[in-house]
């Protein structure tokens, strides 16, 4: 998909672009908010924001949280992560720095790459869809969490190199969500499940991650993090030992 992006935009003399998944349904109107929005001088990138019940369970819990974040990170400046189901941006942002064609995530590189060049990149309750697909939740969500965190390594710098601190803070913040929290909360659990095999201590630094593995199990919001945290080390393993999504092959379902 990234190689298709910059056949298509080195082609084209636009001054923006617009992309939209086959299996996105949009809400009336977009065309003319996307025009609204663009201008802004300061927008580089703009995302819709997909639309989840809460009654998927984990998903609908972690995806809701994840927009209440992404929603108070663009009004603040910019946040990172995009929605590919429905996004534009200007076409700057594609000549100046094409798509990585050997990763995936274009919708975070599309983030990043706004961000490198100064502008904001953002997401808006306004333009919001529902994705229509069937496929499998799991693999999409570990392709996905893969190439959000090749992208954020890759960019790194911008934590020191971005214009604004509150670009520079949505970077930072972003690393250590999807890249470094996963490992420092299964290290956690890991460790205090240990400790309750081979004592009993009753040190107020012992309650804490005690507490974490209970709401992790016992409440919707905790068992959301436990599940996200478990599909990015898995996204994480499998890079290491050489499994990537460079190439995307939606299954029957999302092709249906």
Known sequence: KSRAINIATSSSKSSHFIMMDADSVVEPGWLVFFQRVFSDPEIGSVSGIETIPLKEGWRGNYRTNSNRIRLME???GSTIVLEGGLIAWKSEITKSNPMVE?????DSQLALSSIRLGYRSIVHEELSFSDSSTGNQIQRSIRRSQGLSRNLVRNRDLIFSATGLQSRIAVF????TYVIFPWS?????????????NTVSEEMVFYAPSFMIILSLLIPHGRSVLIGSTLSIISHVQFLFGRRYDEWVPSRGELS
């Open 173 to 176: 913040f972003s690393i250590t």
């Open 74 to 76: 663009s009004r603040l």
């Open 102 to 106: 050997e990763s995936n995530a274009d």
């Open 185 to 197: 909360y299964y290290f956690c659990l890991i460790s205090s499940i240990f400790h309750w095999r």
